[in-house]
C-alpha cells in the first residue's frame, strides 16, 4: 500500500477535524435527522433528506481522514539535520533570478497544499524541481508561462 508524506502539522490538522466530525457534526446530525422524522411523511420531507445528504457527506469524509491518516507517513523536518538541502517539510526560499523577487514555499503533502499560506504540493512543479538542490544552487521551473529561474537562497527546517 502507497504511503503519502505529511507534516506533523497536517496531520494534527486532520486529526483535529476528525475530532469535530465525530464528536460534535456526527451527534448534531443525527439529532437533525430524528427531529425531521418526527414532522411525518418522509417522501416530502425536505429537512429528513438534506440532513441524510448531510450525513452522507460527513461520513465520507470521516473515512477519507481515516484513510489518509492510516496511509500517512508523517515526517517531522525539525528532528532531520539541516545540510542546507531541499527536502520535504522543509521552508525555502527562493529568489527569481530575472525580476529579484524572493519568495517563501514550504514543501508539504499534496492534502495540506496552500497557496495562499505558502505552502506548495511536494508533486508541484516547483517542488519537484527543488527537491534535492541545496542552498545557492540555480534551478528551472517549467510553468505554464515558461521557465522561470530560481536561486536557494535558505533552506529552513522549521
Do not use: W
Amino acid at each position: 500500500m502507497a504511503t503519502y508524506p505529511m507534516t506533523v502539522q497536517g496531520a494534527d490538522a486532520l486529526r483535529e477535524e476528525l475530532v469535530y466530525l465525530k464528536q460534535t457534526k456526527r451527534p448534531e446530525i443525527v439529532a437533525s435527522i430524528a427531529e425531521a422524522r418526527e414532522h411525518g411523511d418522509l417522501k416530502e420531507n425536505a429537512e429528513y433528506h438534506a440532513a441524510r445528504e448531510e450525513q452522507g457527506f460527513c461520513e465520507g469524509r470521516i473515512q477519507d481522514i481515516e484513510g489518509k491518516l492510516g496511509n500517512a507517513q508523517i515526517i517531522d523536518v525539525t528532528k532531520i539535520p539541516n545540510t542546507h538541502k531541499v527536502i520535504f517539510g522543509v521552508t525555502v526560499t527562493l529568489l527569481n533570478i530575472e525580476t529579484d523577487a524572493e519568495v517563501t514555499y514550504q514543501i508539504v503533502g499534496d492534502d495540506e497544499a496552500d497557496i495562499k499560506n505558502n505552502r506548495i504540493s511536494v508533486n508541484s512543479p516547483i517542488a519537484r524541481a527543488l527537491i534535492g538542490k541545496v542552498v545557492d544552487s540555480e534551478v528551472e521551473v517549467k510553468t505554464p508561462g515558461g521557465v522561470v529561474e530560481y536561486e536557494i537562497i535558505s533552506v529552513e527546517h522549521k
